[in-house]
């Protein structure tokens, strides 16, 4: 049997909504063409209560399959009720998480016969005289997940191909919590084990067996492993082999820029560029520009621009520059050598100090400006003071 495995189509996120419909309806289309079954390990939607229009396109991509030619279905479903046999097999995600006994997004599209809700569940698929069992958990909590395997003890049936999906953090993939499981903790028995949730591609071992997860079909964190192309795998039960197959997703392409000693003037300039050099290599590329160092002058940040280009889609991250200025008044803070001068004393000072620079001319004194502005019962008198200045 082949078997493709696709998973976060995170359809109505918002950064990339369109990309996200457009991507989940193609790895659908051509996951129908090439494979007996489907399996989707979690986050089908990108919220927990989807919009009525974004459940409608979560219908639509799946409806658009509606007349694929499967040769396999589903013939049994213990633990959950049955609405299909379309071999479609689902659970849901972390995104799309509820609390036990609460209908979620995939509790819908299992309603209207277009997929199977194996979450807790067990889903028998049978082409001729094969059958695969396919056992789901759907996202929970990372510190619940051990005892959750624990309370349903997921076991392999003798004589069909076992395959265990789920949605979780994996310590291996990501080291950053003791809550996350390790591989070695996930059931014995399986033939292959199948999870979504991590946006990047990962092939591994587990128990001995392929441990696959295909990663995100839409771009979302914008980080460095989200360069590569997205798509699912498509999964041999004879041969036991897998292959990846790409869905023509926009490139992705992270620039790093250095402001050190450079004007805004400069620094604008270099992202135009570089912006520009993607749109050219790339159609319709995604464009994260991360930049980094000491900057010139305060006013640097916010005179960087966001350019457009070729249709591309640029996202600018300042996280990384450093305010000279601030962090030398930061440093004084720190080190008390401010004195007696109270935080507020210190605001009205920076404050009056950037006014000046600004030549602010308006009637109203700028001490009980900032007094009006700091107090709780000021909303009042602020507008009726801005509105005088205005007129006069």
């Known amino acids: 049997m082949r078997i493709a495995?696709?998973?976060?189509?995170?359809?109505?996120?918002?950064?990339?909504?369109?990309?996200?419909?457009?991507?989940?309806?193609?790895?659908?289309?051509?996951a129908a063409k090439e494979a007996d079954a489907i399996l989707i390990p979690g986050d089908i939607f990108d919220y927990r209560h989807p919009k009525p229009d974004v459940i409608a396109e979560g219908m639509i991509a799946f409806k658009r399959i509606?007349?694929?030619?499967?040769?396999?279905?589903?013939?049994?479903?213990?633990?959950?009720?049955k609405y299909t046999d379309r071999p479609i097999v689902a659970i849901p995600g972390t995104h799309e998480r509820r609390a036990d006994g609460?209908?979620?997004?995939?509790?819908?599209?299992?309603?209207?016969?277009?997929?199977?809700?194996?979450?807790?569940?067990?889903?028998?698929?049978?082409?001729g005289d094969e059958k695969v069992c396919v056992y789901g958990i759907g996202g929970v909590a990372e510190e619940r997940f051990r005892e959750t395997i624990k309370a349903l003890n997921p076991r392999p049936v003798e004589g069909a191909f076992n395959i265990f999906f789920f949605h979780q953090s994996i310590y291996e993939t990501l080291p950053f919590s003791s809550d996350f499981i390790h591989i070695e903790e996930l059931p014995i028995g399986f033939d292959l084990y199948v999870c979504g949730h991590i946006h990047s591609r990962y092939e591994g071992k587990c128990h001995g067996k392929d441990l696959l997860i295909p990663g995100s079909t839409v771009l979302t964190q914008l980080k460095e492993?989200?360069?590569?192309?997205?798509?699912?795998?498509?999964?041999?039960?004879?041969?036991?082999?897998?292959?990846?197959?790409?869905?023509?997703?926009?490139k992705f392409v992270n620039i790093s820029i250095d402001v050190s000693g450079k004007d805004a003037g400069k620094i604008n300039?270099?992202?135009?560029?570089?912006?520009?050099?993607?749109?050219?290599?790339?159609?319709?590329?995604?464009?994260?520009?991360?930049?980094?160092?000491?900057?010139?002058?305060?006013?640097?940040?916010?005179?960087?621009?966001?350019?457009?280009?070729?249709?591309?889609?640029?996202?600018?991250?300042?996280?990384g520059i450093k305010n000279v200025e601030a962090e030398a008044i930061a440093?004084?803070?720190?080190?008390?050598?401010?004195?007696?001068v109270s935080i507020k004393e210190l605001g009205m000072k920076i404050f009056l100090s950037r006014l000046k620079e600004k030549g602010y001319q308006m009637s109203i004194d700028p001490v009980e400006l900032l007094e009006i502005l700091d107090s709780e019962e000021g909303k009042e008198k602020v507008v009726s003071k801005a509105i005088e200045a205005l007129l006069t």
């Not at 509606?66 to 009720?81: D, Q």
């Open 66 to 81: 509606s007349g694929a030619a499967f040769k396999a279905r589903v013939i049994k479903l213990e633990g959950r009720e």
């Open 269 to 319: 300039g270099e992202i135009e560029r570089a912006v520009a050099d993607a749109a050219g290599k790339f159609e319709r590329p995604v464009v994260r520009v991360a930049l980094a160092g000491e900057a010139k002058d305060r006013l640097v940040q916010a005179s960087i621009r966001t350019p457009e280009a070729g249709g591309a889609a640029v996202e600018i991250s300042k996280s």
């Open 102 to 127: 609460e209908i979620d997004a995939v509790d819908l599209l299992s309603l209207s016969g277009l997929l199977v809700n194996a979450n807790k569940a067990m889903a028998v698929i049978e082409k």
């Open 331 to 340: 440093e004084e803070i720190r080190e008390e050598r401010l004195g007696e």
């Open 225 to 250: 492993g989200e360069q590569e192309e997205k798509g699912f795998f498509i999964y041999d039960t004879e041969s036991r082999s897998y292959s990846f197959l790409g869905i023509g997703s926009r």
């Open 5 to 30: 495995i696709l998973s976060d189509l995170h359809i109505g996120y918002e950064r990339f909504r369109e990309d996200a419909f457009s991507q989940a309806g193609t790895a659908l289309e051509m």
